[in-house]
């Protein structure tokens, strides 16, 4: 069992929607990660909190908003998003945001926008 | 901007057989990773790698990191079906930062 938690794992939404997904991890890590899986590229880091504060916005689109409450929880917020916004979005922890330790991952969320 | 690249894309091997992925980087690596993903899932960790030279193994795989830290290598000894999935190369895109970049990895199929 992954020591980090994505729901839902499968989520379709309308361009109109909002929805959000959650992360939650209970490894007593410092550092939580956002990252888009499309077919055929490689991943693509979003955000990054290291102790609750965001350290890294990879120039994402502001139709997605991260929210971290605590070190052991991670939001992302979605409104008004676009088919090509459909992916495999996956959350990470680490111990600390340095880059010095690995990460450990959810097991992601499917999103279909249609 | 640094990149990670990896060769071969995809590999199909008979059961038994050896095998090697690599990855290369456009700059020198803070830190290398080498993680697998079955479709669909997350990544599983397998090994980091931080000094030239270094050299790590876990069961049948072995991953390598050369003395420039500019590439890497991911050995898997005598191949079996549960080693199928994808394999991809992370590492740090600077020192000090949390910033982990991912090559575009290399699926891999073990034919019975």
């Known amino acids: 069992e992954t020591g980090v938690t994505q729901t839902p794992r499968h989520l379709v939404m309308g361009m109109t929607n909002k929805k959000s997904l959650k992360c939650e991890q209970h490894?007593?890590?410092?550092?939580m990660y956002w990252y888009k899986q499309s077919a055929k590229k490689p991943l693509e880091l979003m955000f990054v909190y290291n102790f609750k504060e965001q350290t890294e916005n990879n120039s994402v689109p502001s139709r997605f908003s991260p929210e971290c409450p605590n070190s052991s929880h991670l939001f992302l917020h979605l409104h008004t998003l676009q088919p090509e916004d459909s992916a495999l979005y996956l959350c990470a922890s680490s111990r600390e945001g340095s880059g010095n330790s690995p990460l450990h991952f959810g097991n992601g969320t499917r999103l279909t926008v249609t | 901007s640094q990149e990670l690249e990896q060769s071969p894309q995809s590999l199909i091997v008979q059961e038994g057989k050896n095998l090697t992925i690599n990855c290369t980087s456009s700059k020198t690596l803070y830190g290398l990773y080498w993680y697998k993903q079955k479709y669909g899932e997350g990544l599983i960790f397998l090994m980091m790698?931080?000094?030239?030279?270094e050299e790590k193994s876990h069961e049948k795989i072995t991953a390598k990191l050369d003395e420039k830290k500019q590439q890497s290598s991911l050995h898997i000894t005598a191949s079996q079906p549960s080693h199928a999935g994808i394999y991809l190369c992370?590492?740090?895109?600077?020192?000090?930062?949390?910033?982990?970049?991912f090559g575009q990895g290399t699926t891999l199929q073990v034919k019975p």
């Open positions: 790698l931080q000094k030239g030279g």
């Open positions: 992370g590492a740090g895109a600077s020192s000090n930062t949390g910033k982990l970049i």
């Open positions: 490894l007593g890590h410092n550092a």
